[in-house]
Protein backbone atom coordinates (compact mmCIF):
# COMPACT_ATOMS: atom_id res chain seq x y z
CA UNK A 1 0.00 0.00 0.00
CA UNK A 2 2.90 2.20 0.14
CA UNK A 3 3.30 4.95 -2.43
CA UNK A 4 5.46 7.66 -3.13
CA UNK A 5 2.95 9.96 -1.17
CA UNK A 6 2.77 8.12 1.69
CA UNK A 7 4.39 9.90 4.68
CA UNK A 8 3.36 7.77 7.71
CA UNK A 9 1.64 4.28 9.26
CA UNK A 10 -1.11 4.46 11.42
CA UNK A 11 -1.12 1.14 13.69
CA UNK A 12 -4.25 0.23 15.26
CA UNK A 13 -4.48 -1.72 18.43
CA UNK A 14 -8.03 -3.14 17.53
CA UNK A 15 -9.94 -4.15 20.60
CA UNK A 16 -7.40 -3.68 23.18
CA UNK A 17 -5.45 -6.33 21.36
CA UNK A 18 -1.64 -4.45 20.41
CA UNK A 19 -0.92 -4.34 16.32
CA UNK A 20 2.02 -6.00 15.24
CA UNK A 21 4.64 -3.41 16.61
CA UNK A 22 8.02 -5.37 15.55
CA UNK A 23 6.72 -5.70 12.06
CA UNK A 24 5.55 -2.02 11.73
CA UNK A 25 8.38 -0.62 13.04
CA UNK A 26 10.53 -2.61 10.18
CA UNK A 27 8.30 -1.44 7.63
CA UNK A 28 8.12 2.30 9.05
CA UNK A 29 12.51 2.32 9.16
CA UNK A 30 12.75 0.27 5.95
CA UNK A 31 10.56 3.02 3.90
CA UNK A 32 11.79 6.30 6.40
CA UNK A 33 7.66 6.27 7.22
CA UNK A 34 6.80 8.18 10.60
CA UNK A 35 4.81 5.94 12.86
CA UNK A 36 2.17 6.53 15.24
CA UNK A 37 -0.47 4.49 16.85
CA UNK A 38 -4.50 4.37 17.61
CA UNK A 39 -5.08 3.48 21.02
CA UNK A 40 -8.68 4.33 21.04
CA UNK A 41 -9.17 0.28 22.42
CA UNK A 42 -5.72 0.51 24.48
CA UNK A 43 -6.17 1.71 27.31
CA UNK A 44 -4.89 -0.68 29.99
CA UNK A 45 -3.81 -3.25 28.01
CA UNK A 46 -0.10 -4.63 27.21
CA UNK A 47 2.28 -6.06 24.28
CA UNK A 48 4.93 -8.65 25.84
CA UNK A 49 4.36 -7.02 29.20
CA UNK A 50 4.68 -3.16 28.46
CA UNK A 51 1.48 -1.29 28.69
CA UNK A 52 0.50 0.42 25.08
CA UNK A 53 0.64 3.97 25.22
CA UNK A 54 5.03 3.82 24.28
CA UNK A 55 5.49 2.81 20.93
CA UNK A 56 5.68 4.53 17.85
CA UNK A 57 6.15 8.45 17.57
CA UNK A 58 3.17 8.93 19.79
CA UNK A 59 -0.12 7.23 21.00
CA UNK A 60 -3.77 8.46 20.59
CA UNK A 61 -6.23 7.25 23.30
CA UNK A 62 -9.89 8.05 23.46
CA UNK A 63 -11.66 9.00 26.24
CA UNK A 64 -15.33 8.76 24.38
CA UNK A 65 -17.88 7.22 26.60
CA UNK A 66 -18.28 3.92 24.76
CA UNK A 67 -14.28 3.62 25.40
CA UNK A 68 -13.05 1.66 28.48
CA UNK A 69 -11.31 4.08 30.19
CA UNK A 70 -13.94 7.36 30.25
CA UNK A 71 -14.23 11.21 30.45
CA UNK A 72 -17.45 11.70 28.59
CA UNK A 73 -14.99 13.19 25.97
CA UNK A 74 -11.67 13.43 25.41
CA UNK A 75 -8.40 11.47 25.05
CA UNK A 76 -4.57 11.80 25.40
CA UNK A 77 -1.72 11.82 22.97
CA UNK A 78 1.05 10.27 24.26
CA UNK A 79 5.08 10.46 23.20
CA UNK A 80 8.79 11.04 24.20
CA UNK A 81 9.21 13.27 21.43
CA UNK A 82 9.57 16.84 23.46
CA UNK A 83 9.08 19.03 20.16
CA UNK A 84 6.08 16.81 19.48
CA UNK A 85 4.90 17.28 22.70
CA UNK A 86 5.09 21.06 22.88
CA UNK A 87 3.49 21.63 19.53
CA UNK A 88 1.03 19.28 20.88
CA UNK A 89 0.34 21.59 24.05
CA UNK A 90 0.27 24.76 21.99
CA UNK A 91 -2.99 23.61 19.48
CA UNK A 92 -4.80 22.81 22.53
CA UNK A 93 -5.26 26.23 23.15
CA UNK A 94 -5.22 28.47 20.33
CA UNK A 95 -1.65 28.09 19.62
CA UNK A 96 -0.95 30.73 22.87
CA UNK A 97 1.91 31.32 24.12
CA UNK A 98 1.71 33.18 27.47
CA UNK A 99 -1.06 35.70 27.88
CA UNK A 100 -1.34 37.67 24.32
CA UNK A 101 1.14 35.70 22.11
CA UNK A 102 0.27 33.20 19.74
CA UNK A 103 2.86 31.41 17.88
CA UNK A 104 1.28 28.33 16.54
CA UNK A 105 -1.58 26.95 14.90
CA UNK A 106 -4.26 25.66 17.55
CA UNK A 107 -8.01 25.26 18.42
CA UNK A 108 -9.83 24.64 21.24
CA UNK A 109 -9.28 20.85 22.96
CA UNK A 110 -9.06 21.52 26.36
CA UNK A 111 -10.31 19.23 28.40
CA UNK A 112 -13.18 20.07 30.55
CA UNK A 113 -13.00 20.58 34.60
CA UNK A 114 -16.21 18.13 34.26
CA UNK A 115 -14.42 15.21 32.46
CA UNK A 116 -11.17 15.35 34.12
CA UNK A 117 -13.04 14.92 37.22
CA UNK A 118 -15.10 11.87 35.62
CA UNK A 119 -11.64 10.04 34.73
CA UNK A 120 -10.37 10.44 38.13
CA UNK A 121 -13.64 8.90 39.57
CA UNK A 122 -13.21 6.18 36.77
CA UNK A 123 -9.56 5.95 37.40
CA UNK A 124 -10.05 4.92 41.35
CA UNK A 125 -12.34 1.79 39.76
CA UNK A 126 -10.51 0.62 36.79
CA UNK A 127 -9.03 -2.92 38.67
CA UNK A 128 -13.32 -3.42 39.36
CA UNK A 129 -14.09 -2.64 35.47
CA UNK A 130 -11.56 -5.17 34.57
CA UNK A 131 -12.71 -7.74 36.88
CA UNK A 132 -16.13 -7.60 35.89
CA UNK A 133 -15.10 -7.25 31.57
CA UNK A 134 -12.95 -10.55 32.30
CA UNK A 135 -15.79 -12.20 33.69
CA UNK A 136 -18.50 -11.56 31.03
CA UNK A 137 -15.58 -12.32 28.69
CA UNK A 138 -15.19 -15.59 29.81
CA UNK A 139 -19.03 -15.75 30.23
CA UNK A 140 -19.66 -15.52 27.01
CA UNK A 141 -16.88 -17.63 25.68
CA UNK A 142 -17.84 -20.80 27.32
CA UNK A 143 -21.28 -19.96 26.72
CA UNK A 144 -20.40 -20.17 23.07
CA UNK A 145 -17.45 -22.54 22.72
CA UNK A 146 -19.35 -25.88 21.93
CA UNK A 147 -21.19 -23.57 19.05
CA UNK A 148 -20.00 -24.32 15.52
CA UNK A 149 -19.63 -21.65 13.62
CA UNK A 150 -19.24 -19.04 16.11
CA UNK A 151 -16.43 -17.64 17.92
CA UNK A 152 -15.49 -15.22 20.36
CA UNK A 153 -12.01 -13.62 19.60
CA UNK A 154 -9.54 -14.42 22.40
CA UNK A 155 -7.92 -12.01 24.44
CA UNK A 156 -4.03 -13.25 25.18
CA UNK A 157 -3.81 -13.47 29.18
CA UNK A 158 -0.98 -13.68 29.79
CA UNK A 159 -1.21 -9.75 28.89
CA UNK A 160 -3.02 -6.88 30.21
CA UNK A 161 -6.09 -6.53 28.77
CA UNK A 162 -9.29 -4.35 29.50
CA UNK A 163 -12.16 -7.23 28.25
CA UNK A 164 -13.83 -4.07 26.69
CA UNK A 165 -15.10 -5.94 23.48
CA UNK A 166 -17.10 -9.34 22.83
CA UNK A 167 -16.19 -10.03 19.46
CA UNK A 168 -18.34 -12.79 17.91
CA UNK A 169 -17.19 -14.19 14.86
CA UNK A 170 -19.60 -15.78 12.34
CA UNK A 171 -18.58 -18.92 10.20
CA UNK A 172 -19.89 -19.13 6.61
CA UNK A 173 -21.08 -22.24 7.62
CA UNK A 174 -22.88 -21.27 10.55
CA UNK A 175 -26.59 -21.57 9.65
CA UNK A 176 -28.08 -17.88 9.90
CA UNK A 177 -25.95 -15.52 8.56
CA UNK A 178 -24.77 -12.87 10.72
CA UNK A 179 -27.14 -9.99 9.41
CA UNK A 180 -30.32 -12.32 10.54
CA UNK A 181 -27.88 -12.89 13.80
CA UNK A 182 -28.28 -9.53 14.83
CA UNK A 183 -31.72 -8.65 13.31
CA UNK A 184 -32.81 -11.63 15.80
CA UNK A 185 -31.21 -9.81 18.91
CA UNK A 186 -32.44 -6.09 18.29
CA UNK A 187 -36.07 -8.35 17.82
CA UNK A 188 -34.97 -9.46 21.31
CA UNK A 189 -34.09 -5.93 22.37
CA UNK A 190 -29.88 -7.13 22.39
CA UNK A 191 -28.36 -4.57 21.02
CA UNK A 192 -25.11 -6.23 19.21
CA UNK A 193 -23.55 -3.95 16.31
CA UNK A 194 -21.88 -4.84 13.28
CA UNK A 195 -19.07 -3.31 13.97
CA UNK A 196 -16.88 -0.87 11.35
CA UNK A 197 -19.96 -2.02 8.78
CA UNK A 198 -19.79 -1.44 5.69
CA UNK A 199 -16.22 0.29 6.42
CA UNK A 200 -15.41 3.84 5.66
CA UNK A 201 -14.43 3.05 2.22
CA UNK A 202 -18.04 2.36 1.56
CA UNK A 203 -19.28 5.60 2.91
CA UNK A 204 -19.10 8.80 1.29
CA UNK A 205 -17.43 11.07 1.07
CA UNK A 206 -14.20 8.19 0.69
CA UNK A 207 -16.52 5.91 -1.06
CA UNK A 208 -16.24 8.76 -4.07
CA UNK A 209 -12.99 9.64 -3.54
CA UNK A 210 -11.97 5.99 -3.73
CA UNK A 211 -14.20 4.29 -5.86
CA UNK A 212 -11.83 0.98 -6.15
CA UNK A 213 -10.44 1.07 -2.58
CA UNK A 214 -12.53 -1.88 -1.87
CA UNK A 215 -10.45 -4.12 -4.45
CA UNK A 216 -7.90 -3.21 -2.45
CA UNK A 217 -9.10 -4.16 0.85
CA UNK A 218 -10.45 -7.75 0.49
CA UNK A 219 -9.84 -8.78 4.13
CA UNK A 220 -11.32 -5.29 5.52
CA UNK A 221 -13.95 -7.01 3.45
CA UNK A 222 -14.51 -10.32 4.47
CA UNK A 223 -13.64 -9.39 8.28
CA UNK A 224 -16.25 -6.78 8.07
CA UNK A 225 -19.06 -9.12 6.85
CA UNK A 226 -18.82 -11.67 9.95
CA UNK A 227 -18.09 -9.44 13.18
CA UNK A 228 -20.58 -9.03 15.87
CA UNK A 229 -19.83 -6.94 19.16
CA UNK A 230 -22.02 -8.36 21.63
CA UNK A 231 -23.07 -6.20 24.85
CA UNK A 232 -20.84 -5.71 27.56
CA UNK A 233 -19.80 -3.55 30.40
CA UNK A 234 -19.91 -3.36 33.97
CA UNK A 235 -24.11 -3.22 34.28
CA UNK A 236 -24.84 -6.36 31.98
CA UNK A 237 -25.74 -9.41 34.41
CA UNK A 238 -24.48 -13.13 34.04
CA UNK A 239 -27.91 -13.53 33.47
CA UNK A 240 -28.36 -11.44 31.14
CA UNK A 241 -25.41 -13.23 29.02
CA UNK A 242 -26.91 -16.73 29.72
CA UNK A 243 -29.82 -15.02 27.64
CA UNK A 244 -28.26 -13.79 24.85
CA UNK A 245 -25.90 -17.01 24.17
CA UNK A 246 -29.51 -18.94 24.50
CA UNK A 247 -30.52 -17.36 21.33
CA UNK A 248 -27.16 -17.95 19.60
CA UNK A 249 -27.92 -21.74 20.60
CA UNK A 250 -31.55 -21.58 19.09
CA UNK A 251 -30.11 -19.68 16.19
CA UNK A 252 -27.04 -23.02 15.73
CA UNK A 253 -30.20 -25.08 15.65
CA UNK A 254 -32.93 -23.39 13.60
CA UNK A 255 -30.77 -21.45 11.09
CA UNK A 256 -32.79 -18.59 8.91
CA UNK A 257 -35.93 -19.98 9.99
CA UNK A 258 -38.34 -18.25 11.77
C1 LIG B 1 -13.48 5.64 19.18
C2 LIG B 1 -12.41 5.44 18.19
C3 LIG B 1 -11.78 6.53 17.59
C4 LIG B 1 -12.21 7.97 17.83
O1 LIG B 1 -12.07 8.40 19.12
P1 LIG B 1 -12.72 9.84 19.51
O2 LIG B 1 -12.34 10.08 20.91
O3 LIG B 1 -14.20 9.68 19.32
O4 LIG B 1 -12.13 10.82 18.55
C5 LIG B 1 -10.74 6.29 16.71
N1 LIG B 1 -10.34 5.02 16.43
C6 LIG B 1 -10.94 3.94 16.98
C7 LIG B 1 -10.43 2.57 16.64
C8 LIG B 1 -12.00 4.11 17.86
O5 LIG B 1 -12.61 3.04 18.40
Redesign the pocket.
Known sequence: MITPRTTGIIG?H?WGRAAPVKELEAIAKEHKLRLMF?S??GFGCSLDGALLGGFGECEVF???A??FFNTF?G?AVVTDNDVLAEKMRLMRNFGFSGYDNVIYPGTNGKMTEISAAMGLTNLEDIGDFVETNRRNYHCYRDAIASVRGLSILEYDESEHNNYQYIVMEVAPYFPASRDRIVEVLHAENVLARRYFWPGCHNLEPYRSYYPHAGLVLPNTKLVAERVVVLPAGASISQQAIFGITTILRTLATNGNER
Open positions: VLDSHSFHTKEG
